[in-house]
């Protein structure tokens, strides 16, 4: 079944200096599952598209790039700090004939590329997997430089971005990526981290380097599974989960997580992102963009592969 046009809507985001902004924006989804089902923002609004609460089971969504234009048809694209807008192009793909480009241009930030659940299939979610491919391409990092390539996940809101403190209503997010410390084997690769806002931490966000290393000039595996802290009475309790591997092996997992403490800031939006601490120089390109929804990882992966 051919994907559906998302109709053009607006909605406010959070950019990483804590500042409101209203983006529009029109996406299509290409949704696969046990039942095949394509959903777009009119679905939502009464038409014959299904959501994700209609599928027996578990939903898979793979973001075929070929399908589509431009990358405004799949993800939000908001808070562009230089003279680059992600775009497609087809010197270099995994799957098919396009892969995503984003580069830095003397800015600090490329933007947010925002797969968004509300719009896409009607909610925030509560359990994630998304797995992407990612090409680093020119990377040469000073010692401590930093490079955060992807929102795994990010719910928007002055607490999602040093705007104000994570206190459970107000947005949350992990953006990942690779830096030169911890002994990096640069300039071959950098190890890799997590920069989390969640309501545990306070001030800046929540970093923590590994010895997982991602590789420059050539394709890296990135995985990423996220599940939501239960909450009761406006409390949340510890134990939200944040897993990630590069490369197929586990390089972060935390298991006591709070995040959350309402049902409207829950998981938002996966996507890519280019930001960076020191020397932002180089390009990202993202191909394979899967994800899965209300599934682990182990189950994610054998739906992936039906």
Request: proline share 4%; net charge negative.
């Amino acid at each position: 079944m051919a994907p559906t046009p998302f109709e053009t809507t607006s909605i406010d985001t959070t950019s990483d200096d804590g500042q409101q902004r209203s983006t529009r924006f029109s996406r299509r989804a290409y949704l696969t599952g046990t039942t095949a089902a394509v959903v777009g923002l009119s679905g939502l609004l009464g038409s014959t598209s299904a959501t994700a609460d209609d599928t027996d089971s578990d939903s898979v969504l793979s973001l075929e790039y070929d399908e589509y234009d431009d990358p405004q048809e799949i993800y939000d694209i908001n808070d562009v700090r230089g003279s680059h807008v992600p775009t497609f192009v087809t010197d270099r793909a995994t799957r098919g004939d396009r892969s995503l480009y984003t580069t830095f241009t003397g800015e600090q930030k490329i933007a947010n590329c925002e797969y968004r659940f509300p719009q896409a299939v009607g909610a925030p979610q509560d359990e994630v997997y998304t797995r992407f491919k990612l090409y680093p391409e020119g990377f040469s990092l000073n010692p401590d430089d930093t490079i955060r390539v992807f929102w795994a996940p990010l719910t928007n809101g002055i607490g999602s971005s040093g705007g104000g403190a994570t206190n459970g209503t107000n947005g949350w997010s992990n953006a990942i990526g690779f830096a030169n410390r911890n002994n990096s084997p640069a300039p071959e690769g950098y190890k890799f981290f997590s920069y989390s806002y969640h309501m545990d931490n306070s001030g800046s966000g929540d970093f923590q380097m590994t010895d997982a290393v991602v590789q420059m000039d050539e394709w890296n595996e990135l995985e990423c599974y996220i599940k939501v802290n239960t909450f009761e009475n406006g409390t949340a309790n510890p134990d939200g989960i944040m897993r990630y591997w590069v490369n197929g092996e586990l390089a972060f997992e935390e298991t006591t997580m709070r995040f959350t403490t309402t049902e409207n800031n829950r998981i938002e939006a996966v996507g890519p992102l280019g930001y960076g601490v020191g020397t932002a120089s180089g390009s990202l390109y993202y191909d394979q963009h899967d994800i899965c929804l209300d599934m682990d990882r182990e189950t994610a992966r054998d739906a992936l592969e039906e």
